[in-house]
């Protein structure tokens, strides 16, 4: 089965420019997340979705930063406008609904570097 | 609020050396998942185990195990005979019952020496 699949690996941009990311979760997972890591405050949870529907954001930064979720088979994280400290990996994970301990799975994660 | 401390930032070894990756969480809830996670050099993120917290068996899965105490809140990984590609981050996690956050530690970055 296909994993979590995460586009661009890679992306550098000057700032003040729109930065958008894009996953595709597995495949019958309900859950959907967006995750960013650095090394000062590690990984953090921006927001995630359920069946589509945004859940919780109150990890997301500032208005700068949106999210959607148009369908199960696609979400995007978008900043508008980017600046220097939004330099990042941007990780989107998925998980099935059911027994708790399910786990989440990660993409590759996209690094994200603003000029 | 949940809390893993990993208290071990960076850990060298020689290659076929054991090594012990340390866990710590705390949490007030009664029910709780425990997760790790393998981030190599090239960056992804890769389950590698999860425990309920109702269930403190051991675990090996070939040269990887895990320890879970409740009465210490730890749940340690254990890699025998280190190799090179063992080489990565480490992250242990929690989740709550019920939420979806999972609570990361800071990790620890364990390099194996040929």
């Known amino acids: 089965d296909a994993g979590v699949i995460q586009s661009p690996r890679h992306e550098v941009t000057e700032m003040g420019q729109e930065v958008t990311l894009r996953c595709k979760p597995i495949?019958?997972?309900?859950?959907l997340f967006w995750y960013r890591q650095t090394m000062m405050r590690g990984l953090e949870l921006l927001i995630y979705?359920?069946?589509?529907?945004?859940?919780?954001d109150s990890g997301m930064p500032e208005d700068r930063f949106s999210a959607k979720m148009p369908n199960a088979s696609f979400s995007t994280l978008k900043i508008q406008p980017s600046e220097p400290r939004d330099s990042a990996v941007y990780f989107c994970a998925s998980r099935r609904q059911g027994d708790g301990n399910q786990p989440q799975h990660f993409g590759d994660g996209t690094r994200l570097s603003i000029l | 609020a949940q809390k893993v401390t990993q208290a071990q930032t960076e850990i060298s070894v020689v290659e076929k050396e054991d090594v012990t990756l340390d866990c710590v969480y705390e949490?007030?809830?009664?029910?709780?998942?425990l997760f790790w996670y393998k981030q190599p050099p090239s960056g992804e993120l890769v389950f590698l185990i999860r425990r309920n917290s109702f269930d403190e068996q051991n675990e090996i899965s070939g040269r990887y195990s895990w320890n879970f105490q409740k009465s210490t809140s730890s749940f340690n990984f254990t890699i025998t005979a280190s190799q090179v590609v063992d080489s990565a981050v480490y992250f242990c996690?929690?989740?709550?019952?019920?939420?979806?956050?999972?609570?990361f530690g800071q990790g620890t970055r364990l390099t194996i020496n040929p």
């Open positions: 979705f359920n069946n589509n529907v945004p859940i919780d």
């Open positions: 996690a929690v989740r709550r019952q019920g939420a979806q956050k999972l609570v």
């Open positions: 949490t007030r809830d009664t029910t709780y998942y």
């Open positions: 495949s019958g997972h309900d859950y």
